[in-house]
């Protein structure tokens, strides 16, 4: 199961789509009225799949944390669970410096009335590289017309089709020259368009003090200007500036204002973990890519907090278990990066970030952040006790100076943080992209390899045929299967279609094993075992499938 499967490049994400919606994994908000952008709902399979990632989290980050490895102090993780509310304090924010800090900078089109993300828009212009190249190769800039038809009629023979709304199809004019005034003449024009395009981007600009065009009508775009990233709201009967609250952005805030209750209320001391999952929103200016950037999603966050001194020892364990974590559910070899972030990329509370990348469809060749590993040093509780007045510093009695009694004088600090931070919305996608597997040779072309314990749904039983009491044999295995490990994910039971569609059906919804009861079974007791990934088949008794699929289950 962990082996390397087909690169997430070579896949796509269409396809992916399609088969999330077919078969019930993912279905856009507000379906029937259209839509609504940057929500996206779970379907049947979904929400069990995503239910079994946040509960592989839960597991193995709080009540057995790291599968009970060893820290760096020499003595096994010690976390415990929190959950917290959505809207807190006002000031919450204000401390923790979302209020002021947590905005990106977005461009009006004066033209078509569309934002775009200021540092996102060579990104966009990006796309279109590989054709411009082309283009601006095979127009005269200067002289030539862009004729529409002509424009459309050339991509077609490239294989692609232009939007309608593009600003090269709508403006071609203004979109071309401009990035023709940037390329023709220029020296030491790189020869990758991708360079190449930023750098017109960047270094051109200055020189002609052209505007960059809007992506979407070619209308040059105004200044870019701050935009709030959190939701704001009322709380109570009056809709006044004093009611105003604000929908979390990160669940991590909730932790940190729980510290000293947690301390008080139970018997963890430093080093110490609390982790905390629930929704968070952010009005992301360009919500996209599926499920990837969204503007209500789910976090999984522990905060960890241990002495200063130990903190990069800390920060150092913590990257190299989450990145052992995801690889144990399933994401395997090129598609998984570690990254340490430049000190010019790190966030205003941050001395040290990593991030476990996935290298997703759409960001092929490139990977897109899954988790965040931050060093957080002691910016929140600081910040925390700063604006609410109350102490957040720790006593730590296994510090300070040797007494005669053998005891220790004890150490009064604030604690750091390490912060392994996980998205469930960007980790459930990138398990599907990365089990989806295209094989035109077997009757389900299309299956997802999911790791047995994300697998939203782990074994079906199959009667062969609706008789010759093959049902009833079927019913008490399932009743068995169901008893032991229902809890952990579905066991479907079907004795309708021929055996080859229920098998596909299964593939397309990653069931790892299919159980099916035929004549034989009737003989002699035995059943057939299915491998969803090579299709290889084999028998067992049938009083011993509880125990085969306990083990592959991990359970
Ligand atoms: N407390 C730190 C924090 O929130 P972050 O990197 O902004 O850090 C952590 O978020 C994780 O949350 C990301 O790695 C990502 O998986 C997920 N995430 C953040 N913004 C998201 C969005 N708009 N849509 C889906 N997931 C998102």
């Not at 294989?159 to 004019?173: F, H, S």
Request: glycine share 10%; proline share 7%; charged share 25%.
């Amino acid at each position: 199961m962990s082996e390397p499967t087909i690169p997430s490049t070579t896949k796509s994400m269409d396809a992916i789509m399609a088969l999330c919606k077919r078969r019930g994994f993912v279905f856009q908000a507000s379906d029937i009225y259209g839509g609504i952008n940057g929500f996206w709902d779970y379907g049947p399979l979904g929400a069990q799949l995503k239910k079994n990632l946040r509960e592989a989290w839960w597991q193995d980050m709080i009540m057995n944390p790291c599968w009970g490895r060893k820290g760096p102090n020499g003595e096994r993780v010690k976390c415990v669970p929190l959950e917290t509310c959505i809207i807190q304090h006002p000031k919450v924010w204000e401390a923790s410096g979302h209020l002021a800090g947590f905005a990106d900078p977005m461009r009006k089109c004066p033209g078509c009335g569309h934002f775009v993300r200021a540092d996102q828009y060579w990104e966009y212009m990006v796309q279109w590289s590989e054709w411009l190249a082309s283009l601006i190769q095979n127009f005269e800039p200067h002289t030539g017309r862009y004729d529409t038809e002509v424009l459309m009629k050339w991509a077609r023979t490239k294989g692609k089709r232009l939007a309608p709304n593009l600003a090269l199809v709508k403006n071609p004019e203004v979109t071309l020259s401009f990035f023709a005034t940037r390329v023709n003449g220029q020296p030491d024009v790189p020869p990758d368009m991708k360079e190449l395009v930023g750098y017109i981007g960047t270094e051109q600009l200055h020189q002609t003090g052209l505007q960059e065009p809007c992506p979407r009508c070619g209308a040059p775009l105004g200044p870019p200007a701050p935009f709030k990233l959190m939701f704001e709201t009322w709380s109570g009967v009056l809709q006044t500036d004093e009611n105003k609250v604000f929908l979390r952005p990160e669940t991590a805030q909730g932790v940190f204002l729980h510290f000293k209750n947690v301390v008080d209320s139970t018997r963890v001391r430093i080093p110490f973990g609390i982790g905390n999952t629930g929704r968070s929103f952010r009005n992301e200016v360009t919500p996209r890519n599926y499920t990837y950037r969204s503007r209500e999603f789910e976090q999984a966050e522990l905060e960890f907090f241990c002495h200063p001194d130990e903190s990069p020892a800390w920060y150092a364990f913590w990257r190299d278990f989450r990145m052992d974590w995801w690889k144990s559910i399933g994401l395997a070899g090129e598609n998984l990066i570690l990254r340490e972030h430049d000190k010019d990329e790190l966030s205003h509370y941050s001395v040290g970030t990593s991030d476990v990348e996935y290298r997703f469809p759409f960001t092929a060749p490139g990977y897109g952040e899954l988790e965040g590993i931050a060093h957080r040093g002691d910016y929140d509780l600081t910040q925390h006790q700063k604006h609410s007045k109350v102490k957040l510093d720790y006593f730590d009695t296994t510090r300070g100076e040797l007494l005669p009694n053998g005891g220790r004088k004890g150490e009064r600090y604030i604690p750091h943080c390490i912060e392994p931070a996980a998205g469930l919305d960007r980790g459930a996608l990138a398990l599907i992209c990365e089990g989806y597997t295209v094989d035109p040779s077997r009757p389900s072309p299309e299956f997802l390899k999911l790791h047995p314990r994300i697998a939203p749904i782990k074994a079906a039983v199959f009667p062969l045929m609706d008789k010759d009491g093959l049902p009833e044999i079927g019913e008490k295995l399932y009743d068995e299967l169901f008893a032991k490990f229902g809890r952990t994910g579905a066991i479907d039971f079907d004795t309708k279609q021929n055996i080859g569609k229920r098998y596909a059906r299964m593939d397309e919804a990653g069931c790892p094993f299919c159980f099916t009861i035929d004549a034989d079974t009737v003989k002699d007791q035995t059943v057939t075992v299915r491998d969803r990934d090579t299709g290889a088949q084999q028998r067992i008794g049938i009083d011993k499938v509880a125990g085969y699929l306990g083990e592959k289950l991990g359970v």
